[in-house]
């Protein structure tokens, strides 16, 4: 069926160093990618979309790249910091009118000193 | 207030009773989904409300899981006859129409069946 998933399900990084989190997703038809951070206890914060016209997005110490050949989609974050921990969501939908999102399962990234 | 408010906090309940839970959304925002988190796992679309729209049920695991929009404003999700399985967190997001990336999501509530 269509889904949408993760590679690692934790990733640790030490303070500092960059991170990458990874996602592939398998519906042909999704046009439009969501990044989220979920921090312990609260609801998910929108970090970073794309769009499939697209295949790179920059914001502020994170990048989205958008790989549509092989269906994967990453985050990069730089210069990695411990208010960083947090577990990442990708999430999927067509664009175009009202379309649910699809969120993967997440990733944990733990940021050490 | 600023964001999506969600209430209660945390519910604990006993098998078989049931429960309701309450998502108020940002003022101005016509669009309000609820989701369902399990432990360690992602979110699962529960059902989306747009104005006076009907809403889109399609997520809803069964008819134990109801759920209530007054106009565009507080919406309440129900659970009958709850289950363990249900326990969960339950997230409700508002947005401006459809967009996703103006969807802002609530606290959560947190539920235990014991």
């Known amino acids: 069926g269509e889904s949408v998933g993760l590679h690692l399900p934790t990733l640790s990084v030490q303070e500092g160093d960059n991170s990458i989190i990874n996602c592939a997703y398998s519906?042909?038809?999704?046009?439009?990618f969501i990044w989220y951070k979920q921090e312990s206890g609260k609801g998910p914060q929108f970090i970073i979309d794309i769009r499939s016209n697209m295949d790179k997005r920059q914001g502020q110490r994170v990048t989205v790249l958008l790989n549509k050949t092989v269906k994967h989609l990453s985050l990069q974050i730089a210069a990695t910091q411990p208010g960083d921990s947090a577990v990442y969501f990708c999430?999927?939908?067509?664009?175009?009118?009202?379309?649910?999102?699809?969120f993967g399962a997440g990733t944990r990234l733990a940021v050490h000193p | 207030g600023a964001g999506v408010s969600q209430s209660p906090s945390n519910k604990v309940t006993e098998k078989g009773k049931d429960v309701e839970l309450r998502c108020d959304p940002i003022s101005g925002h016509t669009a309000l989904y609820w989701y369902r988190q399990r432990l360690g796992q992602g979110l699962e679309f529960l059902i989306y409300f747009q104005g006076n729209s009907a809403p889109d049920k399609s997520g809803l695991p069964s008819d134990r899981f109801s759920a209530e929009r007054t106009g565009e404003s507080v919406s309440t999700l129900t659970i009958q006859r709850t289950q363990q399985e249900d326990s969960a967190v339950y997230l409700c997001?508002?947005?401006?129409?459809?967009?996703?990336?103006?969807?802002?999501f609530g606290p959560g509530t947190r539920l235990t069946v014991l």
């Open positions: 997001a508002s947005s401006l129409g459809g967009r996703p990336d103006t969807q802002y």
């Open positions: 999430a999927e939908t067509r664009s175009g009118g009202y379309n649910k999102l699809i």
């Open positions: 519906n042909s038809a999704s046009d439009y």
